[in-house]
């Protein structure tokens, strides 16, 4: 037995719980939940158990709900199964809801409606956000003066071609929640600096919040708002001002040793007037509960981010719940007739849709919360078009002939490295990968030698190595280890040496709010006249950190995909997993490809390529429905 498959065995388990957990469908720790949570609520059904445990795992796995009747479909095991363990035909249940409905946890550990099973606390959560939206949108904000504010969004987007941003100012300054979506490069910042610019005009005290799931993509918000804050007139510059951003644990005071985890709550309302949260697909449902129920009443919530990227790691898929798939989002006619006094009327047509076009009811809370919906779709990225643009567009479309017809075109700015799922890669496969690495490196080796951290963390974001798993010959540790050989080959020095050197790349792997570091955070060690030290980008002059200083941190040479969400490289080279493999999704690579600006390479076999466009990650929740289904007040 391999010790990995022995690690999730539960070795108390019987029955249809201890099968499929040998079966790798469950782990031990969905097993041991489900097996105390039987016992306390004097539950002996393992069938019961079993709905239990696999709820916990669906969980787990970043679901909120469970359908039962269709969970012998969707679910497959999630670890390697040692094929010399014996294990049992998995036996799924007939009868299987109804045995539950009568089980004395529902209600109490868990909640059933109908086929689905939900953990309580995810259940009462997706209550919670649901009511908190609909209550903020039940009406319009009444505190802005519709001549200036279109006489502001004329003056800030005067650009024909900027309709798009101005239509999304306009429904985000219109709405006490928003969601800002678009891919890269669609000018989300842009429209959020010139948005709070124009609020503050009307509100010039207005308090403003940034924030961001992690302090990389804090880090980024801050830079990214400041530089378009930069492109403005000295006046609307001055509006915004120089604001800072944090992480959302930050904003809402995380106390881990209190009995309240977050010093802001229902009870002691965050000090802000607007709050911005970037990178918003990647915020998890009880965060967006916590968070709403900070909010004060009249705050505005601009929530900014991409649907089609990578969802949070812990349970939920609240951005895509609320864009819900919408490439067109309804308007009511209340939003309507706002609107019409805002925008430009050759604008107003395009900008504004009937909810009824969607909904079928122009009045439901649901079509109020889409009122505060806007998509940009212009890419101002690839602004000629281009092999990366369209092969975006192809993985997000879900196209996956048109996507493999743009990896085999032969483009200068897209490669494809084709390789069977169980073919060894070849000198040939990895000329092209081996030489963006050691270029990269070297040029990052030789500006932190000569003192130049600027020009560091610039060589750092030229090239980075992506990969779905953390382990394996796919996963980052591999690639990892075999990019800093690749380079400390290049540059004759002994890859085994002890200790920090000029040039080493750094990933932060824990947040350190002492220091100001962040999980997710990279830089690069750079010597100075006094020694060596910790430099990372922060926008305008690079952050010094004293090694002694430096906490959780690894050598960077690769990163998983999950980790590049909110970063912008020069070029990627993506090691796709393996055809099968839970990871490829439509989501991972559509993330994966448009980190890059310049450059895509595409490790792995067409099959992998095809069925990762073609599965879009399965997240089940209950908060849309709970949206739509919502009855007027």
Known sequence: MNDAYAATLALRA??????????????AADVHVARRLGALGGEPDEQVLLAVALTVRSTRHGSVVLDLDTAEQTTSPDADVDEAAPTAPLTWPTDWAQRCAA???????????????????YWEQEEQVADELLARTARLPVDLDPARLSASLLRLFPDPGDADQRTAAAVCALSRVSVLAGGPGTGKTTTVSRLLALLREQHPHLRVALAAPTGKAAARLEEAVRSSTRALAPSDAALVGDLAATTLHRLLGWRPDARSRFRHDASNRLPADVVVVDEASMVPLTMMARLLEALRPSARLVLVGDPDQLASVEAGAVLGDLVDGARQPARTARMAAALEQVLPPAATATAIATAAEATGAPDTPHARLRDGIALLATNRRFSSGGAIAELAEAVQRGDAEKALGVLRSRDRDVVFEEVGDDSPLTEDHLRGLRSDVVTAGLALERAAAEGRAADALDALERHRV?????TGPRGVQHWSSLAARWVAEASGRDLYAVGHRAGEPL?????????????????????TPSGLVAVFGRGGEPVTVPLARLGSARPLHAMTVHRSQGSQFDRVSIVLPAAGSPLATRETLYTAVTRATSGVRVIGSAAAVAEAVDRPAARATGLRERLASAQNA
């Open 14 to 27: 019987t029955g249809v719980l201890a099968d499929f957990n040998r079966a790798g469908v469950l782990s």
């Open 103 to 121: 089980s004395p946890l529902v209600g109490g550990p868990v909640q059933l409606r109908g086929s689905r099973m939900w953990l309580t606390r």
């Open 466 to 470: 992506l990969c779905a798993h953390r």
């Open 507 to 527: 990933l932060v792997t824990e947040n350190d709010y002492e220091v100001g570091l962040y999980n997710g955070d990279t830089g690069a060690v750079v010597s």
